[in-house]
C-alpha cells in the first residue's frame, strides 16, 4: 500500500499536512500538561479584584462593610470577619499567593483551590467541569480577614486544542500552500524540461543544449545531461563521417572496377563479376543509409499513422502484390515522419517479398500504446533465428530468400532501430494460422 503520492508535489503537500498534525499534536499534549488550570486572563482578574479591596479595607472604618456589597456577584463573594484561615496550601495555592505577596504587604495570605464548604454563605455559581471556585483569604492590618470567594473558568483542553488547530489551519496554510508552489514550481520547471529533452533525445532528436536553472542538484543534473548529449551527438556526427569518407573512398575503386569488368568479352566470369560488384555497391549505400539514421536532424511531429500505412500499402497494391491493411480512419502519433516511413515500410517490403499476401494492422491499444501487426502468408522463419533477422547482413536462405539480389540484410535491422528510436518494440512470432507476424508496439507520445 502507498503511503505517499508519488508526485513531488503531492509528497510535499502530504508532508506538510502531516507537519501541521504532528505541531497540533504537540501543542495538545503540551496543553494537556496545563489542563485544569485557571485561565490567566481570568486569574489575573480575580487576583485584581482582591488586591483592590483589600486597599479599600485597610481605608475604611471597621465598622464600615457595606462597600463590599459592590463586590458581590454571583460568581463573587467578599466579606470580613476576625475568623483567622489556616494556612495549608499546595503548589497552586502558593503560586497564587507569592503573586499576591508581590503586590501588597499583607501579614498572611491563604489561598485554596477549590473553595472550602461553608454552609454559612451562599453558594457561588460554580456549573460543569469548565469553572473552578477559588478562595483567598487575606489579614487585615487590625487583625481582621478579607475573605473573597470567586468562580473562575478553568483551561479547557479541546476547546485550546481547537481553536490552536484553527488557528493553525487558517493562517498556516495558506502562506505555506502559496511558498510550496512557488517552490516546487522551482524545481518542477527544470525537471519537466529535463524529461522532455530525455524524452525527445531517446527518439533521435537533436536538442539545444538545456538552461541550466533550478537547485543546485537539478542544475548538476542538467549540466551531465548537456555534456552526455554533447558527447553522444559529437560520436554520432564522427561516425557519420567516417563511414560517409569510406563509402566516397570505395565508390571510386568500384567505379572503376565496374567500367574495366563492363569492358571484358561476355563470359560467366563477367557476369559474376557485375554481380558481385553490385552487391558490394548495395551493401555499401545501404550501410551508410544505416549508420546516417539517426544521425538526421529530423524533428518529431504529430503524423496520421493510418495514412502513412495506407500509403505504404497502396505502393504495394499499385505493383499487383497482395496487401491488406485493417486500420482506424485516422490516428495521430508523433514521431520522426521520415524514420517511421523507413522502418515501418521495410517491414511491409520484406513480409511482401518473402511471406507473398500480407494483412497489416494498426490499433490504439490504450496503455501499451499503438500496436502495428504485419502478418504474411510465408513460411515463417525457424525459432532460433527470431532474433538473429535483426543483425546487420545477416539473410536467411531457402523459402524466405528467394529473391536476394536487391537486399543486403539489412532492412530488418533498419526498421529495429528505426523502431527502437522511437522508444518502440518489435518482436516475431510464427503465427498458428502460417506466415510470420511482426508485432510493433510504439509508446504513447
Known sequence: MKLLPRSLGGQLAAL????????????????????GALHPIAREHALSRTLTAYRLAEQQPAANTRWLDTFNTQVAQLWIDTTPSPISMGER??????????????????????????????????AGSELECLEIDLALGDGRWLHTRQTLPVQSLWRESWQLLRFSLLMGIPPVLILMYL???????????????????????????????????IREIAVAFNEMHERITRFVDERTRMLAAI???????????????????????RTEMLRTLEEVRLMVDETLRFATANARAEASEPVDLARLLRELCDRHIALGRQVSLHAPAALTYRCRPMAMR?????LI?????????????????????VLVVIQDSGPGIPEDMMERVFEPFFQLDAARNRDASSSVGLGLAIARD?????????????????????RVVLPQA
Open 342 to 346: 523507413r522502418g515501418l515500410g521495410n
Open 93 to 126: 495555592e502558593l503560586e497564587l499567593a507569592a503573586a499576591l505577596r508581590e503586590r501588597l504587604a499583607a501579614s498572611a495570605v491563604a489561598v485554596r483551590i477549590p473553595c472550602r464548604p461553608d454552609a454559612g454563605r451562599p453558594a457561588l455559581q460554580v
Open 183 to 217: 517552490f516546487v514550481n522551482r524545481i518542477l520547471r527544470p525537471t519537466t524540461a529535463l524529461t522532455e529533452a530525455a524524452e525527445r533525445m531517446s527518439r533521435g532528436e537533436r536538442l539545444e543544449p538545456l538552461h541550466v536553472q533550478g537547485p543546485d542538484e
Open 16 to 35: 506538510m499536512l502531516g507537519g501541521f498534525l504532528v505541531g497540533s499534536l504537540f501543542g495538545t499534549i503540551g496543553l494537556w500538561s496545563r489542563a
Open 247 to 269: 563509402s566516397h573512398d570505395l565508390r571510386t575503386p568500384l567505379t572503376s572496377l565496374v567500367l574495366q569488368a563492363a569492358m571484358l568479352p561476355e563470359s560467366e566470369e
Open 418 to 438: 528505426c523502431i527502437q528510436a522511437h522508444g518502440g518494440s518489435i518482436s516475431l512470432r510464427n503465427a498458428d494460422e502460417g506466415g510470420l507476424a511482426v
Open 349 to 369: 517490403e520484406n513480409a511482401v517479398t518473402y511471406g507473398g499476401a500480407t494483412r497489416v494492422s494498426l490499433e490504439n491499444a490504450g496503455d501499451e500504446g
